[in-house]
């Protein structure tokens, strides 16, 4: 029922014409289970907000994931690097009360599933299935007994750091490691995620931090929202050995939607526009040190310009190279799709916010992939770790 009656509401602006395609890509998408393994969209979900509501910014909200198809949605709550370890836990925490009560508000469209079958009885009753993730491993401040903690209120996986290193995991931004990927007790964190059946997540690692993970895990690990280093040399991207890895531990990769992953130009064009500009943003820094709100105010029309400058770059396109990447490295059930909507500040074109997600599927057929390799890159390969891992 459910994707007989969204086939009709996808607008027809958004979705990109499969030309002399023999396969309606509608058909293909809307009877997919369609899930996207990574949005930090939690964070925008603060008193007053109403995810069941249509947002003119942002990139999520339930009418467009209604109309990009998706069935299944990983909400990440985030944390930086920086935090204070004594207010970790209680952060996440409000995180996932504001998440749950936004499935309260919504409860007929929305639920928090902890089970890969919950999530199919979910989208088999027409509501879209959300799973909870945290992005940063300092969430647990460093007691492995918060793992439970945060198992229990129905975290299914853990993205095990971010752009700054922890004292047990080294991120892959850090270009001065003050130890060779895991400590003892972030091997612990790792052998506790898999006892529990907590995904481990290994996106911002390093890669010293993905070699000891997949020496020590028993189970399947992902990289949520991640791209490929052959196609753009940046440190958040994964290289051939990594990604070979990934597919023989049986685990999954989720391309990351945002341009300075997906593009080398993007990024190249991207880092001399901000180096540019570098003086005039510094002052404005220094203006507005004691008014944070007003600082990002006054940003918003240089980041604009620059990322105006941009414009048609990246499309959806370059996100299939990077699937078609993987595919062809190690094979379609070990790719996926972690979008990191409402995380970066921009996306590709066609693929400006969820509602897109179905041209990614008018992408593929046009290459030529099988429905039965678009269902598993769309959401399949997800689901089988989600149950294989979380039982």
Not at 105 to 123: F, P, W
Request: charged share 25%; proline share 3%; net charge negative.
């Amino acid at each position: 029922m459910k994707k007989t009656l969204l086939m009709l509401m996808v607008p027809a602006a958004v979705l990109l014409s499969c030309g002399g395609c023999d396969r309606d890509f509608r058909t293909v998408h809307f009877k997919a289970l369609v899930a996207d393994m990574h949005s930090d969209s939690v964070l925008k979900m603060k008193p007053g907000f109403d995810l069941g509501e249509r947002h003119a910014e942002g990139h999520m909200d339930i009418p467009r994931l209604r109309e990009g198809g998706v069935d299944l949605q990983v909400f990440a709550c985030w944390l930086a690097t920086e935090t204070e370890r004594d207010s970790c836990v209680a952060r996440v925490d409000e995180m996932i009360d504001r998440l749950e009560m936004q499935a309260a508000q919504n409860d007929s469209v929305l639920t928090i599933c902890r089970t890969a079958d919950e999530a199919k009885r979910a989208v088999a009753d027409g509501r879209i299935a959300a799973v909870i993730g945290i992005e940063n491993g300092v969430a647990i401040a460093g007691d492995l007994r918060n793992i439970r903690h945060f198992w229990d209120r129905g975290v299914r996986y853990m993205t095990l750091t971010h752009t700054a290193s922890s004292d047990w995991c080294i991120s892959s931004a850090d270009s001065a490691p003050a130890f060779h990927g895991l400590t003892d007790f972030g091997r612990d964190v790792v052998r506790t995620m898999n006892e529990l059946g907590m995904i481990v997540d290994i996106s911002h690692a390093s890669v010293e931090a993905v070699e000891e993970v997949l020496k020590v895990t028993t189970a399947p690990v992902i990289a949520s929202h991640s791209c490929v280093y052959a196609l753009c040399r940046h440190d958040r991207n994964l290289s051939d050995d990594q990604i070979r890895g990934i597919a023989a531990n049986g685990g999954l990769i989720g391309v990351n939607f945002y341009n300075g992953y997906l593009s080398e130009e993007f990024k190249q064009r991207s880092d001399s526009l901000w180096e540019m500009h570098g003086p005039q943003i510094d002052s404005l820094r220094e203006s507005y040190a004691a008014a944070d709100s007003l600082y990002r105010e006054v940003m918003k029309p240089i980041r604009a310009g620059i990322y105006g400058q941009l414009e048609g770059l990246v499309d959806v396109g370059t996100v299939v190279d990077h699937i078609d990447y993987i595919v062809k490295l190690v094979g379609a059930d070990y790719v996926g799709l972690g979008s990191d909507y409402d995380g970066v500040p921009n996306m590709p074109d066609s693929l400006d916010d969820c509602s897109g997600m179905p041209n990614i599927t008018a992408e593929l057929i046009r290459r030529g992939y099988s429905n039965k390799d678009i269902k598993k890159i769309l959401g399949g390969n997800f689901i089988r770790i989600f149950r294989e891992v979380c039982g």
